[in-house]
């Protein structure tokens, strides 16, 4: 039996939650992770908080680009200080510090509302945002007659005072 693995095309998919947890489900084995290595929390009905590791990155070094349903952060790689430069050579160099461009897909109306850079973790926080146009709408119902009966009701009504006060 043939298994297709459709992990690449929902692990950066933010808001198809439903479809990439079935699809997920139907997976056994785990995909490797690139770099920057991320994780996407859901934390309230319409609300995600999207985490990248980027340590070494600062504000500056980094661009977030939210367009046409895609999101991408990308990062230029962090110039090191002449200070930092002259101090001494690495033994082990084990916290990646090059560029990275990571693209993720949005679902319809996710908007990123902010983002915070803090020990090296790079929060995104991502919310659905649906017009009220495209939001059911709920009718109330009135008791009563129905408007074109409602009228010819209150017509005859109308003329009966008129008819007594002549």
């Not at 985490?51 to 895609?70: K, S």
């Not at 109306?109 to 803090?118: K, M, P, Q, T, W």
């Not at 709920?138 to 009504?157: D, M, Y």
Request: hydrophobic share 40%; net charge negative.
């Amino acid at each position: 039996m043939n298994t297709l693995d459709f992990s690449p095309l929902f692990r950066t998919a933010i808001g198809f939650d439903r479809l990439a947890r079935t699809l997920e489900t139907a997976r056994a084995s785990a995909e490797p992770q690139g770099y920057p290595p991320y994780n996407i929390e859901k934390t309230a009905e319409d609300s995600y908080v999207l985490t990248l590791a980027i340590a070494g990155f600062g504000p500056d070094d980094l661009e977030i680009v939210a367009q046409d349903n895609v999101l991408t952060v990308s990062g230029r790689a962090p110039q090191a200080t002449n200070g930092a430069a002259n101090a001494g050579s690495f033994l082990h160099r084990g916290i990646a510090g090059r560029a990275f461009e990571r693209r993720f897909a949005l679902a319809d109306h996710i908007v990123v509302d902010g983002a915070n850079l803090e020990h090296g973790l790079l929060q995104l926080t991502l919310k659905r945002v649906v017009p009220e146009a495209l939001k059911p709408r709920r009718i109330p119902v009135q008791p009563g007659l129905p408007s074109r009966v409602q009228a010819q009701v209150e017509a005859p009504q109308a003329e009966a005072p008129q008819a007594q006060a002549a």
